[in-house]
């Protein structure tokens, strides 16, 4: 074969079977791994199993929720480069100073951004320097990291940082999140139900508060504080936990919220009440 994906629902599986179709003479494997203990050792493994790729989709999941929590403007954060250059998706409000203007906003702003691609209702427009944005569009804008904090900063969002953040669920991307804003110095509390993966999330992530209960009772979503958290994720294992727990926050007041939806139609459905969906 020129390609082996591995993608059972065991890491050992996947990297033993990569290692062994490399054995049978197979061009390219890939693996799925997701255990942060194996994934912390990734490079090592992926010589000695001679892995041309390892595919961590726990991680790349919260990997995108981060990236949208730092700029809680947009709705998506893609990456390209390496990091480098970004591309995000950001509506139009009503209130927005961009509603009215022309796409000559280097002019306004002084800041290196390209407007790839403007979505207005079913339409989607390549637009030139003439085209005139209006409220409820969505732009798709590339611009390198700094000079988007900047952007944002000059259409008068410098209040929409996100500190506290509330995750409901302790699962692998519930790890891997945490992590890397606990980096960034975000405040995270985790809900979890699970009171072994309490302890096992404790030991894990000192810095972090693990609350064990079930994060589908709004008492105890009240009781934790859910009215000032600047993000809520819903991360559990079910599609109607996490919705409900998304149309909660909503009336709560929550600025930014991401719920972990696996089926399309209900993801559609979530993203058109206003919540984002990963």
Do not use: W
């Amino acid at each position: 074969a020129d390609l082996v994906i591995a993608c059972a629902s065991t890491d050992e599986l996947n990297m033993l079977s990569c290692l062994l179709a490399k054995r049978l003479g197979a061009r390219h494997t890939i693996a799925r791994v997701r255990n942060p203990i194996y994934y912390r050792q990734i490079d090592l493994l992926k010589e000695d199993l001679h892995l041309s790729m390892a595919v961590n989709p726990e991680r790349t999941a919260a990997n995108e929720i981060a990236r949208v929590l730092l700029f809680p403007e947009t709705s998506k954060v893609e990456t390209f480069m390496k990091g480098r250059v970004e591309l995000v998706e950001f509506i139009v409000r009503e209130d927005s100073a961009l509603a009215g203007l022309s796409l000559e906003v280097y002019r306004k702003f002084q800041i290196k951004i390209l407007v790839c691609a403007v979505k207005r209702g079913q339409k989607i427009y390549i637009p030139d320097g003439e085209f005139i944005l209006e409220k409820g569009d969505k732009m798709h804008i590339v611009a390198a990291h700094q000079d988007l904090k900047s952007f944002f900063r000059a259409l008068g969002h410098r209040n929409a940082k996100v500190k506290k953040v509330l995750i409901c669920g302790g699962g692998h991307v519930c790890f891997y999140l945490a992590m890397q804003l606990l980096q960034v110095g975000m405040q995270v509390k985790i809900i979890e139900q699970n009171m072994k993966r309490c302890e096992e999330l404790c030991e894990l992530l000192p810095k972090a508060t693990v609350i064990h209960g079930d994060a589908a009772n709004h008492d105890l979503l009240m009781e934790e504080g859910i009215h000032e958290a600047d993000a809520l994720i819903a991360l559990t294992g079910m599609d109607e936990e996490n919705i409900i727990m998304a149309l909660f926050a909503k009336l709560q007041g929550v600025n930014k919220i991401v719920a972990k939806v696996n089926e399309d139609s209900r993801a559609q459905m979530v993203e058109g009440l206003g919540i984002d969906s990963i």
